[in-house]
């Protein structure tokens, strides 16, 4: 499929959102994915996760996946000999649960175009920044050294750019003057466990599309601010 800018992506049709299965990717600690797994379980998203996969066989999420009955797969990258064979087996797994919406909440490798065009408009990511501001890595860190006075996080479509998709939301936090990477990342991750949960919720209502890669909100332009 031919990446298209312009096209219109409905995020899930009407006849699949009382059964939207989330496919969820991380790579580490996963506390955004306890928060989607603890609100799908008491209703507050109208969705199920179907599976975790990590790329880290050590991640702490694998546990959380676990101690929720939940499926998982670990697809290792050191024990592929290159990018495409690790990328081909990761898109072969994603596929097998035939999820709704990918979710990528931690996920630290950077996806194959084909994939993300493949899903295109049923991916989302979590960015720790208040996109276009610090794509990329570090970015609490480069918040407090750029002297940002607000930071945050969006939630966003993912597209062969990274961080660089069509944003559904953002959350907002001040920067004060006494705080380190670590304490901005803790108010950051407050905000993630609010924002989050809201994006799945209206892609799981069938709410979400995209057009000419702007987000639509039951079909209006969406307040990334709220
Ligand atoms: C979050 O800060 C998210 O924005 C970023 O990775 C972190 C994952 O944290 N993409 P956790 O694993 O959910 O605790």
């Known amino acids: 499929m031919r990446w298209d800018r312009a096209r219109t992506v409905q995020s899930l049709s009407k006849s699949q959102t009382n059964n939207c299965h989330l496919l969820v990717l991380i790579s580490g600690s996963g506390t955004n994915l306890q928060v989607i797994i603890d609100q799908c379980k008491n209703g507050t998203i109208p969705a199920q996760v179907c599976g975790v996969i990590s790329d880290e066989p050590q991640a702490k999420g694998l546990q959380r996946a676990k101690n929720a009955r939940i499926q998982t797969t670990v697809v290792d990258y050191h024990c592929f000999d290159d990018r495409q064979s690790f990328d081909h087996r990761l898109g072969q797994e994603i596929d097998c649960y035939r999820p709704d919406l990918v979710v990528l909440a931690g996920f630290m490798r950077i996806l194959d175009a ?6 295109y408009g049923r991916m989302l990511n979590i960015h720790p920044s208040l996109l276009p501001n610090y794509q990329g890595l570090n970015t609490h860190a480069r918040a407090i050294a750029g002297r940002a006075t607000e930071h945050g996080a969006s939630v966003h479509f993912v597209t062969p750019e990274l961080d660089a998709g069509p944003i559904v939301i953002q959350g907002r936090v001040p920067v004060l003057p006494s705080d380190t990477p670590e304490s901005l990342a803790q108010r ?20 979400l599309s995209i057009q000419a890669d702007r987000v639509l909100l039951d079909g209006r332009p969406i307040d990334i601010c709220a």
């Open 114 to 119: 084909e994939l993300v065009e493949r899903y």
């Open 188 to 207: 950051v991750h407050q905000e993630e466990y609010r924002i989050y949960p809201r994006a799945i919720t209206w892609f799981a209502q069938g709410r």
